[in-house]
Structure formats: structure tokens, C-alpha cells
């Protein structure tokens, strides 16, 4: 399950989610479980933001600068899976 969220939204996270900005100009809030985690092929999408844009996020949580549209698919699939 992944909840998409704008900015304006003050929601709790709840226990076992967090928090992700995506996009690569507008970033979107998205809550995902913290089982994507340990999903290979969510490791390899933040090892790609690592490797592209460093550790330094300055949306003050996790940032993955892809499109938002290849995430959504990513997260689908691994909620399917």
C-alpha cells in the first residue's frame, strides 16, 4: 500500500511507513512501507539517487529525483510482489 500525499497534507506516518519525496523538479510526498526497504529492486533505485545526487536532501527526508510516474510503477510491483 502506498499512500500519496501533497505538501500541504499534515498527516501522521503511521508506524511501519515513511515518508519520500519523488520527482526530479516538483517533489511529491509519498508514505510507503518500510518493507520496500529490503525489496532489491527499491535498493537499487536509491543506490542510482546515492550515486547521482549524494546523501544531501533538502526536502528534510528521503529525496529520489526520478520521475514520478517510474516510481509510482516501482511501487506497484512491489506491492504486487
Known amino acids: 500500500m502506498m499512500i500519496k500525499l501533497n505538501h500541504r497534507q499534515q498527516l501522521d506516518?503511521?508506524?511501519g511507513y515513511l515518508a519520500v519525496y519523488v520527482g526530479e523538479v516538483d517533489k511529491k510526498r509519498f508514505?510507503?512501507?518500510?518493507?520496500?526497504l529490503n525489496q532489491p529492486l527499491?535498493?537499487?533505485?536509491l543506490r542510482?539517487?546515492?550515486?547521482?545526487?549524494?546523501?544531501?536532501?533538502?526536502?528534510?527526508?528521503?529525496?529520489?529525483?526520478c520521475h514520478?510516474?517510474?516510481f509510482v510503477d516501482l511501487a506497484t510491483r512491489l506491492q504486487t510482489s
Not at 508514505?31 to 520496500?36: A, E, K, Q, R
Not at 527499491?42 to 533505485?45: I, Y
Not at 545526487?53 to 528521503?62: A, D, I, Q, T, V
Open 31 to 36: 508514505v510507503i512501507p518500510i518493507s520496500y
Open 68 to 70: 514520478e510516474d517510474a
Open 48 to 65: 542510482r539517487s546515492e550515486e547521482e545526487f549524494g546523501f544531501y536532501h533538502e526536502m528534510g527526508g528521503l529525496t529520489i529525483p
Open 42 to 45: 527499491f535498493q537499487d533505485l
Open 13 to 15: 506516518i503511521p508506524k
